[in-house]
């Protein structure tokens, strides 16, 4: 099931939605630190995995790396 403004699915254990859409849209705004925040782990939550390769994607293009 995909859900959410990120498309990532949502799982019954995972990335809790509001921290990550936040730190996505600090990141995309470039006012995010650059390693993400520890996520807290609850129900119904993003892929944790799919969120994980996401971040270290923007981070990657971001860096120039």
């Keep these: 099931m995909t859900d959410g403004f990120q ?6 254990r995972g990335y809790d939605r509001a ?6 849209t600090r990141l995309a705004a470039g006012t995010a630190s650059e390693a993400p925040p520890p996520f807290d782990i609850v129900r119904r939550g993003y892929d944790r995995a799919q ?3 996401r971040v270290a994607q923007l981070l990657d293009e971001g860096t120039g790396r």
């Design 51 to 53: 969120v994980d390769a």
């Design 7 to 12: 498309g990532f699915e949502i799982v019954r």
């Design 19 to 24: 921290q990550v859409d936040a730190y996505l």
